[in-house]
């Protein structure tokens, strides 16, 4: 009976012994690691169930004392993500903090002081610096309305041409605003005024080539990457047409007057009006990095032809054209 009861006292204080170990154990990870986690805990758990196989109760009650211990790190580890997630944060902020500073267009892109608000109104701002020009020469040809000036020669089509430049501003990737100054000419006039009439000779006007300088005011629309349509107002002023007298005779017996000869005056601007207004409507395509093509339907608002000047019946002369032209971009800004 003493050897039993002796016995079961040095059990009962091999188990204190270990009870008080793992304690120590315990303190001493939690003052070691202020952060613990559960990998640790574990890691701590199987040791000290492997220091405990060989004794029974022994090792069951070291057992529960871990997973005592076990649950207390879990609770502690419920605050643990965000002390991570701030640590982490600093030390991305330390980290940009440490690359060489960088912009685009004016615009610190790995600035760490920046708020929300500040880093939308710095992208606004650098979506204003990359807004580009785009600069291109333009000419083509045109088909025309024919102008029924003089009731019995009046023609129904004609044809024209035109030149110049125009200037694309981009707002972005989609829209944009297009505008530029293109001199255009025009035949299929049917205009002539009566200058002398006498009795075996008559003179007469006959106004060739008639120009204006179009300034369009125009919203296009990209349709993917080569494709695009606008529209607007196209403002003309009346740059003038080529005069030309023809000297007329005519035979006693003859009914038909017969040309003899003709004279050039130059550039003259009576008879037409000073001023057009157009609408118009177009499609674009891009063939090449800088070569684009466009077709423009243009559609005249006023009557140009000046009726008391040519002597003529009161007709409605619009200048309606379909354009078709290519442009060649000259520089990008």
């Known amino acids: ?35 613990t986690n559960n990998k640790a805990s574990r890691l701590d758990k199987n040791k000290i169930v492997a220091s405990l196989e060989t004794s029974g109760s022994a090792k069951n009650s070291a057992i529960e004392e871990a997973q005592g211990s076990t649950n207390l790190t879990h609770k502690a580890s419920t605050k643990a993500p965000l002390k991570s997630i701030s640590v982490s944060g600093l030390n991305q902020r330390s980290s940009l903090r440490l690359m060489p500073p960088f912009s685009i267009m ?19 701002g650098l979506m204003q610096e990359i807004r580009k020009v785009d600069i291109s020469l333009v000419g083509g040809m045109a088909i025309v309305s024919g102008f029924n000036n003089l009731n019995d020669a009046a023609q129904k089509t004609g044809l024209g041409w035109l030149a110049g430049f125009e200037a694309t501003y981009h707002f972005h990737q989609k829209l944009y605003a297009r505008t530029g100054a293109v001199l255009t000419g025009r035949n299929a006039l049917a205009s002539r005024r009566v200058v002398h009439e006498g009795f075996s000779e008559n003179i007469y006007s006959d106004p060739e080539h008639l120009m204006y300088i179009d300034i369009p005011i125009q919203v296009g629309y990209n349709i993917g990457a080569r494709h695009s349509v606008y529209f607007g107002m196209n403002f003309s002023p009346l740059l003038g ?59 005249g608002l006023f009557d140009l032809t000046d009726n008391n000047y040519f002597g003529t019946d009161v007709v409605d002369d619009r200048n309606h054209q379909i354009r078709l032209a290519l442009s060649y971009r000259l520089l990008s800004r």
């Open 1 to 35: 009976i003493f050897q039993n009861r002796k016995a079961e006292l040095s059990s009962d204080e091999k188990q204190e012994t270990l009870k008080e170990d793992v304690a120590d154990r315990i303190n001493e990870d939690q003052s070691t690691s202020g952060n």
């Open 106 to 124: 004016g615009v610190d892109l790995n600035s760490t002081d920046y708020s929300p608000e500040q880093r939308l109104l710095s992208n606004e």
């Open 241 to 299: 047409y080529k005069n030309v007298l023809e000297h007329t005779t005519v035979e006693s017996d003859q009914r038909d007057e017969k040309v003899t000869r003709t004279d050039v005056q130059g550039i003259k601007r009576e008879g037409y009006a000073s001023f057009d207004v157009a609408g118009s409507i177009g499609y674009k395509i891009q063939l090449t990095q800088r070569i684009s093509a466009f077709s423009e339907l243009r559609y």
